[in-house]
């Protein structure tokens, strides 16, 4: 198994940043990609950014420019820097693994959400 926690959501006023964290434990054997969705009230889930192993990164093209993906392999962290935030950034946040622990087959893990406000 795979435990996810999250932190680093709350309120913030418009045009401020916040920095979320994701650090998964367990008996991982391989971390393939790592990324963060979002679920606003009314709406599906979306992805916001992910990162490979490699380093490779994809965003929702709402987010480009204003937020940023990272990861330390060393520490199994994910890390979702966003800056310039606009009320319409307003979620819930949740860390996606894509992860194999030792004698499973790789599988997607959720963690379990922190909100964002954005208002002022």
């Known amino acids: 198994q795979v435990q996810l926690v999250e932190s680093g959501g709350g309120l913030v006023q418009p045009g401020g940043s916040l920095k979320l964290s994701c650090t998964a434990s367990g008996s991982i054997f391989s971390i393939n990609v790592m990324g963060w969705y979002r679920q606003a009230p009314g709406k599906q889930r979306e992805l916001v950014a992910s990162i490979t192993s490699g380093g490779n990164t994809n965003y929702a093209d709402s987010v480009k420019g204003r937020f940023t993906i990272s990861r330390d392999n060393a520490k199994n962290t994910v890390y979702l820097q966003m800056n310039s935030l606009k009320p319409e950034d307003t979620a819930v946040y949740y860390c996606?693994?894509?992860?194999?622990?030792?004698?499973?087959?790789?599988?997607?893990?959720w963690g379990k959400g922190t909100l964002v406000t954005v208002s002022s």
């Open positions: 996606n693994l894509k992860a194999q622990v030792m004698g499973d087959i790789p599988r997607n893990y």
